[in-house]
């Protein structure tokens, strides 16, 4: 489903969100993994911004992007819905494989 994300934050911020919205389902990537792949290289904290300000979490997967420790880290709608959701697609993929 296309989504328009035009009008949202700035060009940085859109393009931290056009990397997570390719992060494929039951798949994790790590913050610094996202500021790595951008053009110029930036904070993982401002990716983190970024990613924290998506306006539409469940159609960019925010959900998927996670500490480089492995934590999950930090979610809008808490860390339990994160996890909630992470395992969700993990259990998917384990049961349809």
């Known amino acids: 489903m296309p989504i328009d994300i035009s009008e949202f934050g700035t060009p940085f911020q859109r393009s931290v969100l056009k990397i997570v919205a390719k992060v494929p389902y039951g798949s994790t990537v790590s913050y610094g993994d996202v500021a790595s792949s951008l ?7 401002a990716v983190a911004h970024a990613i924290a300000l998506n306006p539409v979490l469940i ?6 992007i996670i500490m480089a420790n492995g934590m999950i880290g930090g979610y809008r709608l808490g860390s339990k819905g994160k996890a909630r959701l992470l395992n969700l697609e993990k259990s998917y993929l384990h049961d349809n494989s």
């Open 39 to 45: 053009d110029s290289a930036r904070s993982v904290r």
């Open 59 to 64: 159609f960019i997967p925010c959900h998927r």
